[in-house]
């Protein structure tokens, strides 16, 4: 479905309000623009994790600045969703060292497992698998993002175990 | 045994706590610096101790420290460069998840150094559980009076504050990161003027790797001639290394900068040698970005000298026979792993993370991608090693930061050490299909069948 027909309800809560105006806090009076990228975090966190059109215009309304500064924003940064993805996103690395250590035959073995393509979501909006550049855990290889966390050293079996427990509900994705 | 100065606490339980931080002796630096020294003095101290850019460019700490423009009137930041992006190293990361506070202290004792008020922490978007780390160790030192007005009454204001990225490898370029800082997207600004006349906001700012900063307690609380009496030559102190690949033992490293290649890949204190029998194929010593070098260059030098772990050493012979120690991102390869494909995978990476402001890197980085895919996938023609060699050489040196000649650097070391494995791609097509990508058959068995009539 095109981004555009897709509606995505707007839920500001105290809550994260009052987590945006501490962020806000942490820089000059003058200078509330560069709350920018951990706002666009935080609202994104809240809103099962994507970021509409018309959510970006709240944060632009929110910050005072124009959408278009949004729009840069978050069109430029790899970790801002724009359009709905799997509630399980499992981005695995595939830089150099994770490859070395057969992060590719993983990532066939997971979407062969879950009956999608890299980049579709499961029916059920469960899952996604997503390949993405460096994490940062070359010696921890080879090993994928769930959510805020790590998962290192994987193999074919800790994802057998990763896939149950997101269905169980047991994966806790943002530390909240 | 190399001596340790930021892993020294490390294994300590409950380290990450500020209580256990500070019963270990923690925040020594501060008490010292507010109370004992001006900031000229610690300036000078970090001078004296030869303490080099640890993200990778090894650019002189104090140095950096004492361009900042202290006559405009405009307020300072210190900015901390924690956006470890570089395939190959994650040695930062370890730093702040175990032993925050250490980063913490180096931030308070620099920011007064450089007379900055308001400071951050610029952490990669993707270490979200290390930036609530953080946060936390920012909201106890706080609590403890290290930060926010008049520090240990010395009238000395400080503010810090870490700040998430979103997911661009880019922002690791200071200015890049800066623009980030701002808002913005990371796209690296055109130098002069640097950062230290013109950065946050316009204000004179210096930013530093996590290592460089997370240095400075030890150099204040001791001095930086006993940080000078570490390693060798311009190459002082210790560093980390974080090594990955066909060794046994990967993880992070501290060593003493002097400590020879060979010790740090075979001995059971450091690597502990290669995972399997297989023989070394190649290292990448200093992260993606630097040139690879092929095993008769690992050990030795062209010069025929033991190759060391220092910014000399490893880039002794230049580009030629050399590379660099970078940001330390150790990545040991042996001879099954494919340098096509590795190399088409470092380009993918630097396509990606290409901010498109600079045309040559914009659409160099892709160019490079395609050829090299094509090659690697048995659809190489005769002249793409010529046209690579091309297309890197526009690259290189024609861009406004430093990325497009990390793009270029890791094609140019490949073709000029490789090429015969790039001419066995073309030539043999139907042997590299269908198979293992990366772990392939050792190019060796395979070496007989390239003559110098092939391409």
Same mark, same amino acid.
């Given at each position: 479905m095109e981004r555009s027909h897709i509606k995505q309800e707007i839920n500001i809560t105290d809550t994260l309000m009052n987590r945006i105006n501490e962020l806000i806090s942490?820089?000059?009076?003058?200078? +509330? +623009?560069?709350a920018l990228l951990p706002v666009l975090h935080e609202v994104q966190d809240a809103h099962d994790n994507w970021l509409s059109i018309e959510l970006q215009n709240k944060v632009a309304e929110i910050l005072e600045i124009q959408p278009i500064e949004v729009y840069e924003v978050v069109t430029f940064y790899t970790m801002y969703n724009q359009r709905p993805i799997g509630k399980y996103m499992f981005e695995f690395c595939q830089t150099s060292a994770c490859c070395l250590n057969g992060v590719e035959n993983l990532m066939d073995y997971t979407c062969n497992k879950l009956g999608v393509g890299v980049g579709e979501p499961t029916a059920d909006g469960l899952f996604e698998v997503r390949g993405v550049e460096c994490l940062g855990a070359c010696g921890y290889a080879p090993m994928m993002q769930l959510g805020d966390f790590f998962q290192e050293h994987l193999t074919e079996a800790k994802i057998d175990q990763l896939i149950a427990d997101c269905k169980d509900g047991k994966i806790t994705l943002h530390d909240k | 045994m190399g001596r340790k100065i930021l892993l020294d606490k490390i294994n300590v339980p409950g380290i990450r706590t500020y209580e256990v931080y500070r019963k270990e002796g923690g925040y020594a630096s501060v008490e010292k610096a507010l109370k004992k020294m001006t900031p000229d003095e610690v300036v000078e101290e970090v001078k004296t101790s030869g303490l080099r850019g640890r993200g990778g460019a090894g650019f002189p700490c104090g140095m950096k420290w004492s361009f900042i423009d202290k006559k405009s009137g405009k307020p300072r930041h210190l900015v901390c460069n924690a956006d470890e992006s570089e395939p190959g190293t994650f040695k930062d990361r370890y730093l702040m998840e175990f032993i925050p506070h250490l980063l913490i202290e180096g931030m308070i004792t620099s920011s007064y150094a450089l007379g900055a008020n308001l400071s951050y922490i610029y952490i990669r978007g993707e270490y979200m559980w290390i930036y609530k780390i953080l946060e936390n160790a920012i909201a106890e030192a706080k609590a403890a009076g290290w930060l926010g007005k008049n520090i240990l009454g010395s009238g000395y204001d400080l503010e810090l504050y870490v700040q998430i990225g979103g997911g661009a490898y880019i922002c690791g370029e200071e200015t890049a990161l800066i623009e980030s800082l701002e808002g913005k997207r990371g796209n690296p600004r055109i130098k002069p003027p640097f950062p230290a006349v013109m950065g946050l906001w316009q204000n004179p700012t210096v930013v530093n790797n996590v290592e460089t900063i997370a240095a400075v307690p030890w150099i204040v609380n001791n001095s930086g001639a006993d940080y000078a009496g570490i390693g060798i030559g311009r190459s002082t102190g210790t560093k980390l290394i974080s090594a990955s690949g066909n060794i046994k033992n990967q993880g992070v490293y501290e060593i003493d900068l002097g400590l020879s290649v060979y010790e740090f890949i075979n001995s059971d204190e450091y690597c502990g040698g290669m995972q399997t029998d297989r023989p070394l194929k190649a290292l990448v010593p200093g992260g993606s970005s630097v040139p690879v070098l092929p095993a008769h260059l690992i050990y030795k030098t062209a010069a025929g000298e033991d190759r060391l772990m220092t910014y000399e050493s490893l880039a002794d012979g230049g580009f030629a026979s050399g590379s660099m120690l970078g940001s330390g991102g150790f990545i040991v390869y042996d001879d099954r792993a494919c340098i096509v494909r590795n190399t088409w995978n470092f380009s993918r990476f630097y396509h990606h993370e290409s901010c498109g402001q600079c045309t040559p890197c914009r659409e160099g980085t892709g160019w490079m991608e395609k050829v090299l895919w094509r090659i690697e996938n048995g659809q190489g023609r005769e002249e793409d090693i010529e046209l690579l060699w091309s297309i890197q050489a526009k690259i290189e040196g024609n861009t406004i930061c430093p990325l497009g000649d990390a793009a270029a650097w890791p094609v140019a070391a490949a073709i000029r050490h490789f090429k015969d494995e790039f001419e066995y791609h073309i030539r043999f097509p139907e042997k590299i299909k269908n198979r293992n990508h990366f772990v392939a058959e050792p190019f060796e068995k395979v070496k007989h069948l390239i003559t110098k009539q092939t391409v």
């Open positions: 942490h820089y000059p009076a003058d200078k +509330k +623009k560069s | -």
